[in-house]
T-cell receptor, first 114, second 113 residues
Framework: DTGVSQDPRHKITKRGQNVTFRCDPI?????LYWYRQTLGQGPEFLTY????????KSRLLSDRFSAERPKGSFSTLEIQRTEQGDSAMYLC????????????FGSGTRLTVV | AQSVAQPEDQVNVAEGNPLTVKCTYS??????LFWYVQYPNRGLQFLLK??????LVKGSYGFEAEFNKSQTSFHLKKPSALVSDSALYFC???????????FGKGTRLSVIA
């Protein structure tokens, strides 16, 4: 197992464009989480899945954001009509439902909107 | 709703000296507490956790943390700091219902040789 993988590592996009990020969790983990981290801040929760079901979405997740986990394996996070305020590190993590071991994080996707 | 406070943006310590990174929390019910470390341009790495049991928990790289229920604190400690410990440290909490982790804003630790 190679841990949690995120692709791409870096993305530069023009304001107004759509972007999509992918996360491949640890295969045995049934929960997958998306967080956003801006400079000088801790990770902020965006949304999470248990298998293919999206169980919770933060108020931070505006209508321009959508996440999917179609087969309960990998997940995608799409941002439509990007704004400069979307520039951040997007972190994916996976873990067990009911587990006490915390999460395993990927290295993140750094988004820069110009 | 749960929350975490890390009152220090930066902690500076000389190599070989003990270090403490502070964390206080607020949660309904018994807390599940975690410390993570982040190196530049990397994701978060798990250091240690408190779920139940002994108030002093030991984790990776010689770190330990002390759970204090009356003070709602979970301070991270290490007896002798290394330059390689310089990084960003995050405290996190969740409630017993297994809701998503809530993180503090982080504390930058700088260990000076």
């Amino acid at each position: 197992d190679t841990g949690v993988s995120q692709d791409p590592r870096h993305k530069i996009t023009k304001r107004g464009q759509n972007v999509t990020f992918r996360c491949d969790p640890i295969s045995e983990h049934n929960r997958l989480y998306w967080y956003r981290q801006t400079l000088g801040q801790g990770p902020e929760f965006l949304t999470y899945f248990q298998n293919e079901a999206q169980l919770e979405k933060s108020r931070l997740l505006s209508d321009r954001f959508s996440a999917e986990r179609p087969k309960g394996s990998f997940s995608t996070l799409e941002i439509q009509r990007t704004e400069q305020g979307d520039s951040a590190m997007y972190l994916c993590a996976s873990g067990y439902r009911g587990g006490n071991d915390g999460y395993t994080f990927g290295s993140g996707t750094r988004l820069t909107v110009v | 709703a749960q929350s975490v406070a890390q009152p220090e943006d930066q902690v500076n310590v000389a190599e070989g000296n003990p270090l403490t990174v502070k964390c206080t929390y607020s949660v309904s019910g018994n807390p599940y507490l975690f410390w993570y470390v982040q190196y530049p341009n990397r994701g978060l790495q798990f250091l240690l956790k408190y779920i139940t049991g002994d108030n002093l928990v030991k984790g990776s790289y010689g770190f330990e943390a002390e759970f204090n229920k009356s003070q709602t604190s979970f301070h991270l400690k290490k007896p002798s700091a290394l330059v390689s410990d310089s990084a960003l440290y995050f405290c996190a909490v969740r409630d017993p219902r297994n809701t998503p982790l809530v993180f503090g804003k982080g504390t930058r630790l700088s260990v000076i040789a």
